[in-house]
């Protein structure tokens, strides 16, 4: 067969057989007296498998490795693991379909690109106007749409969304919006929110990667901007009630700041 006979018998372009010959995936084959190209069944054979396996979504370099001897991978092998990658793709598609189907759902203008999980922990939600709740929203959509936590830390955050006590702490740090980083009212408010929120969401979030990633420099920004959204005294039980679930805090929550010569945050 000629090339252009053993092209249209296999459904390849001659440009693509060219190409396949030029990579190493076809031998060339002996060429007739008058210069043009003979292939064999043989070689019919091989072109079809590589047509059925780059359909698949095999690279050319994963072919290869089907195609060649005993140094070669199996071809199950290197299909079970295009079947993974499929997976993964389905995968990424159907959460990106659940999430359009939750703005589509939503009346129009109050529709929120939120993860279900979200959209499902703001629900549980009791309604309130306290400007500290309100920056907590903020800051789970800013985690959420980064992907630096994920369905565990909403399932943990369910049951103290849904408690009406909380909002009395959300009240209590409102009440410091004017005062200074050493009212006393700092500690045991600490206390109490470290109380009302389980170890477990705190441990989701340390799992997790803080927007902006890149590494512990990343991390301490993003805490930084964090505290610079509140007023002084504010910010100081937060840092305490963050300090309290980490490693690197010192300080108990109930105890002033030992750290020498730490400035007050305020809002910019």
Do not use: C, W
């Not at 759902?105 to 922990?121: F, H, K, N, V, Y």
């Not at 009791?126 to 920056?135: G, V």
């Not at 690197?248 to 730490?262: F, I």
């Amino acid at each position: 067969m000629r090339i252009g006979e053993i092209a249209a018998l296999v459904g390849l372009t001659t440009r693509a057989i060219r190409h396949y010959h030029h990579v190493g995936l076809l031998p060339e084959p002996d060429r007739r007296p008058n210069g043009y190209r003979a292939y064999s069944v043989r070689d019919a054979v091989r072109l079809a498998r590589v047509r059925r396996l780059t359909e698949l979504g095999l690279s050319l370099d994963e072919v290869r490795d089907v195609l060649a001897d005993d140094a070669g991978r199996e071809l199950a092998e290197v299909l079970a693991e295009l079947d993974a990658d499929l997976a993964r793709q389905q995968a990424d598609l159907a959460e990106r379909r659940r999430r359009l189907a939750v703005l589509l759902a939503a009346p129009p203008g109050e529709a929120e690109p939120l993860s279900p999980a979200l959209a499902e922990l703001f629900a549980k939600a009791p309604e309130t106007a306290s400007p500290s709740a309100a920056l907590d929203r903020d800051h789970l959509r800013l985690l959420d749409a980064s992907g630096a936590v994920g369905e565990e830390l909403y399932a943990v955050l369910g049951a103290v969304a849904a408690d009406p006590a909380v909002l009395a702490l959300y009240e209590r740090l409102d009440e410091l919006a004017d005062a200074d980083g050493d009212d006393p009212r700092i500690g045991p408010l600490a206390v109490d929110l470290v109380a009302a929120v389980p170890a477990e969401a705190f441990a989701a979030v340390a799992a997790g990667t803080p927007p902006g990633t890149g590494g512990p420099q990343a991390a301490q920004g993003f805490l930084e901007a964090l505290l610079a959204e509140y007023a002084p005294a504010q910010a100081e039980v937060v840092r305490r009630v963050i300090e309290a679930f980490t490693d690197t805090g010192t300080a108990h929550p109930d105890q002033p700041d030992s750290r020498p010569n730490q400035p007050k945050r305020g809002r910019e």
